[in-house]
């Protein structure tokens, strides 16, 4: 059964840091390109950052350009999302999805994790 379970979510002030991690299992996913994508109350699920199967090629949405980074451990099965000086607007709940393209289009991507919340208070 493929799953990807995200962890890492929680609560935090504005300028904060938090780091989610995503474990893939139930088939091989080191060349799936793999992304964050997040989803506020009362909005669509939106693009978050992304990357491919090596770590050679990461995208970031404008929004969190220069205070997030993905990585991504192959031995591990693991992808990450360090996020550092948070804020408000980063508020939602953050899926983790595998792809068999590299894209940053959610359409694209096969298999999503349930979901991490992540809250930044003002």
């Known amino acids: 059964q493929v799953q990807l379970v995200e962890s890492g979510g929680g609560s935090v002030q504005a300028g904060g840091s938090l780091r989610l991690s995503c474990v893939a299992s139930?088939?091989?996913?080191?060349?799936?390109?793999m992304g964050w994508f997040r989803q506020a109350p009362g909005k669509e699920r939106e693009f978050v950052a992304t990357v491919n199967w090596n770590g050679g090629w990461t995208v970031y949405a404008d929004s969190v350009k220069g205070r997030f980074t993905i990585s991504r451990d192959i031995a591990k099965n693991t992808v990450y999302l360090q996020m550092n000086s948070l804020k408000f607007e980063d508020t939602g709940v953050y899926y983790c999805a595998s792809s068999w393209a590299v894209s940053t289009q959610r359409g694209d991507y096969n298999y999503w994790g349930q979901g991490t919340q992540v809250t930044v208070s003002s």
């Open positions: 139930g088939r091989t996913f080191s060349r799936d390109t």
